[in-house]
């Protein structure tokens, strides 16, 4: 066979026709070894290889949000390439569909320019991964699209990560409606999962265990912060919707693993940068943001108490620190406006510092797994309307896609050097209110180095920093002592 074929065969895959030894390249092309795969017991045990291969070199399946990345393959390599009709095509879509979508259906808000952009990028190609920061306006684009396909007849799932989620898209919408209802059904634990409405909203956690004829209704899904779906039980979920056309995934950030990036486009689409934080706040649309790193200085004999820790020990150590707990505790209330101060574990560290920030001159709301999503809901309503709020809450619950208007403050409680968990969570206090124009993150770091040994809680402040400096985000460092 001369040419390479590319033939539709569902939703989720197309198959690619070719010689043996086109097909082994494609194989190589897509091949990734997973981030960190030398510490995953089966590549120790030599079970498995820790790669993961997108293209079926026996089968020539592959996912079908890459076909622009094989067509990009062929073309590198003068290889003649053929799609069969209806396996990829461009759409002819108005420049100005989004705005023309906001009017038709009398919007509450007039889309600006990146967002009408992002509506016309997505209606084009049916299916887009879409990089929209935090305070962008990404779940107004996820409406606009909705509303557009609703006017063509088709059901859209949105699934999102949380709970609180759930609410406050549903919320979001009958706003973005100016208050009107609309036909939504949101879904979560002990809810009916069969009621047929024009739109569904759910977690992922409710129905990655439903089967594949439970989807079939669904003509449109959006999957929202996108990057969780590297998860088997969400890539599931998208595998099973063999039949469903439209795909737009959106996410604030990608975490830097190739791997995950073309598995996302592979189940979404190509990515598409809807616009950038930098862009957000020198438009002043965002808040200005600044990051102020606290070195917390530990006397030389607790830094030789922690030489040569566990990572795990280390952490357990700092997160129940009593010193370290009355700093972030005084440091809180010492703030003015509203502060919010993420933690990793509840018990150890959210619990304990609980007590220790519920004193007069402040409102104090605790959040993390066990608070419901109506509890959830009303502390954002709280923070909406109210100054002088601390919010303590969980990175699981917060860092990710909570959308409260008026946080000036917020305060890494826990270290952590993740690059998703880290700009979703300095995206909660980007957005812009009234009387919020600049916000700042108080990260605090925990100096337990001793001579040339390096402790975990440092080596993730330097790759904190590197996200930092990344994104263009202004920082600067100050030496605090600290008793221990």
């Given at each position: ?6 033939e539709?065969?569902n939703?989720?895959?197309v ?53 622009p ?5 062929c ?5 003649p ?7 990829y095509?461009?759409?002819d ?7 023309q979508?906001a009017?038709e ?20 190609r ?7 920061p ?15 396909h609703?006017?063509q007849?088709?059901?859209t ?8 989620l ?28 069969n ?6 909203i759910?977690t ?43 795909r ?23 990515v ?19 990051i102020?790193?606290?070195t ?7 830094r ?22 009355k700093?972030?505790?005084n440091?809180?209330?010492s ?13 150890k560290?959210?619990k304990v510092?609980l007590p ?28 909406e ?12 619950t ?18 952590s050097k ?14 812009k209110?009234?009387?919020?124009s ?15 040994n ?30 221990g």
């Amino acid at each position: 066979m001369d040419n390479v074929l590319i033939e539709r065969v569902n939703d989720v895959y197309v198959r690619v026709s070719c010689e043996p030894g086109i097909k082994m390249e494609l194989s190589g092309h897509f091949e990734f070894e997973v981030p960190g795969a030398k510490f995953i017991p089966s590549v120790r045990n030599k079970v498995w290889d820790g790669k993961i291969r997108l293209f079926n070199a026996m089968t020539g399946m592959i996912y079908a949000g890459l076909v622009p990345r094989i067509l990009k393959f062929c073309n590198m390599r003068d290889y003649p390439v053929e799609v069969s009709p209806g396996t990829y095509e461009i759409n002819d879509v108005p420049d100005d569909s989004g705005m023309q979508l906001a009017k038709e259906f009398e919007s509450t808000f007039v889309p600006r320019e990146y967002q009408n952009e992002a509506v016309v990028h997505a209606l084009k190609r049916d299916r887009a991964l879409m990089l929209s920061p935090t305070a962008s306006g990404k779940s107004f684009i996820i409406y606009m699209l909705t509303r557009f396909h609703m006017a063509q007849g088709r059901k859209t799932i949105i699934v999102v990560p949380t709970t609180s989620l759930v609410e406050q898209m549903a919320s979001d919408f009958i706003e973005y409606n100016n208050g009107n209802p609309l036909d939504i059904h949101k879904i979560r634990g002990g809810i009916d999962k069969n009621v047929d409405a024009e739109i569904t909203i759910t977690t992922w956690q409710s129905i990655y265990k439903l089967k594949k004829d439970w989807y079939e209704k669904f003509d449109v899904v959006v999957g929202d912060e996108a990057h969780l779906f590297k998860a088997k039980s969400l890539i599931s979920v998208l595998e099973k919707m063999i039949d469903c056309k439209y795909r737009y995934g959106f996410t604030g950030t990608l975490d830097g693993s190739q791997t995950h990036k073309l598995v996302l486009e592979g189940l979404f689409g190509a990515v598409y940068e809807v616009t950038t934080t930098k862009k957000l706040i020198e438009d002043n649309t965002l808040a200005e943001f600044g990051i102020t790193a606290i070195t917390l200085q530990y006397p030389d004999a607790v830094r030789k108490l922690n030489k040569g820790k566990t990572y795990q020990e280390e952490i357990d150590w700092i997160v129940t620190n009593e010193s370290r707990n009355k700093y972030i505790r005084n440091l809180a209330h010492s703030l003015h406006g509203n502060t919010l101060i993420l933690f990793q574990f509840v018990e150890k560290h959210g619990k304990v510092l609980l007590p220790m920030l519920e004193k007069e001159g402040k409102h104090v709301h605790f959040i993390y797994g066990g608070i419901s999503a109506e509890d959830r809901e009303e502390v954002r309503r709280l923070a909406e309307t109210n100054d002088d709020n601390i919010i303590l809450a969980s990175y699981g619950t917060f860092s990710t896609g909570v959308n409260i208007k008026r946080l000036d403050n917020i305060i890494f409680a826990s270290p952590s050097k993740s690059k998703i968990r880290n700009l979703q969570s300095i995206g909660r206090v980007l957005r812009k209110s009234n009387n919020n124009s600049k916000a700042t993150l108080y990260d605090i770091v925990d100096d337990l180095q001793w001579k040339s040994n390096k402790n975990f809680a440092v080596k993730h402040f330097i790759e904190r920093v590197k996200i930092y400096n990344d994104e263009g985000f202004e920082y600067r460092i100050y030496n605090v002592s600290i008793k221990g």
